[in-house]
């Protein structure tokens, strides 16, 4: 199948040209669908709607693959030259200078970054608008093994502890090997001090389930215990988006899921796809959010009850 010439799509006032739309950006076999970077327009055209609202405003680090996923893969933080100048940058400081990072604020940006052949979208946890103060706190649930019971049992106790500490916290599967947990915050505070607070729920937990789960950054001590993972709680690190695809086989999807869901026994990290994450997404799995994040003040001191 020739992967030659050019498709031209509208995305709102804008009108872009996509670039070798038969290219194979996910090749089939081996039970895996094949995908284009034309399937790959057609999903995000569909699951925008879902998508930006959690990458808007935001800076991001995109995972490009113009070859597809078996050929080279390269981290891109600066904004080529080349994009177009409707496109949304930011320039944040970083140790020695500046980057200049996109933000995806539209539809067009959107499928402009998959013309690009972006597979993953990885989004910070703070705003431009306050760029060092994250509004999101994520909990990576990191299986030593490709185990997903033991992350769904961690997901679980997590879920429980927040609960107790009165957070509202909302799931997501990686589309690789976990799930994330994802607090909302009131980005009233720096990313240094929400680390700390992820540092201490995550020692705790891990204190009262010692046999199951660590903290341990070296895989070497970690045995088959879960990781519960923090390291993405600190200025200039990202996190997967909800709805970004995945460079693996098949095009696995990280997919908001619901805390019922956890006990459905066809669930797994790479449960959705490019083909069915959009049915996901209509069902709104994240509808129990609440619009304004927590401040976590109230949290730690109960979480300081906790502990003594």
């Known amino acids: 199948m020739s992967d030659g010439g050019a498709r031209i799509v509208r995305a709102g006032r804008r009108t872009l040209e996509i670039h070798r739309p038969g290219k194979v950006l996910f090749p089939g076999g081996g039970g895996a669908k094949e995908y284009t970077k034309g399937d790959l327009v057609e999903y995000h055209r569909a699951v925008a709607p879902y998508l930006l609202p959690h990458l808007r405003g935001r800076p991001l680090m995109l995972d490009r693959r113009p070859d597809g996923i078996d050929g080279p893969a390269f981290m891109q933080k600066n904004t080529p030259e080349g994009y177009p100048d409707w496109i949304t940058r930011t320039e944040v400081a970083k140790e020695g200078g500046t980057v200049t990072h996109t933000v995806c604020d539209d539809t067009a940006t959107l499928l402009h970054l998959v013309d690009q052949a972006s597979i993953t979208l990885h989004r910070w946890l703070s705003r431009t608008d306050r760029i060092d103060r994250p509004d999101r706190l994520v909990f990576d649930l990191d299986p030593s093994v490709d185990d997903f019971e033991t992350v769904r049992e961690a997901a679980r106790l997590l879920g429980e502890l927040l609960d107790e500490l009165k957070l509202p916290s909302a799931l997501m599967t990686t589309g690789s090997r976990g799930l994330h947990v994802i607090v909302p915050l009131n980005a009233a505070e720096g990313f240094d001090d929400v680390r700390a ?36 709680n600190a200025y200039a690190q990202t996190a997967v988006a909800p709805y970004t695809v995945r460079a693996l086989p098949g095009a696995p999807v990280a997919v908001p899921i619901s805390r019922d869901e956890l006990d459905d026994p066809k669930l797994h990290a790479r449960r959705w796809t490019v083909a069915d994450a959009v049915e996901q997404a209509r069902a709104d799995p994240w509808s129990h959010l609440p619009r304004r994040g927590r401040a976590l003040a109230p949290a730690r001191r109960r979480l300081a009850a906790l502990r003594d």
């Open 197 to 232: 607070f992820a540092r201490e729920v995550a020692d705790t937990l891990a204190a009262a389930h010692p046999d199951r789960l660590t903290t341990a950054a070296r895989k070497k001590d970690r045995g088959d215990r879960l990781y519960l993972d923090i390291q993405r």
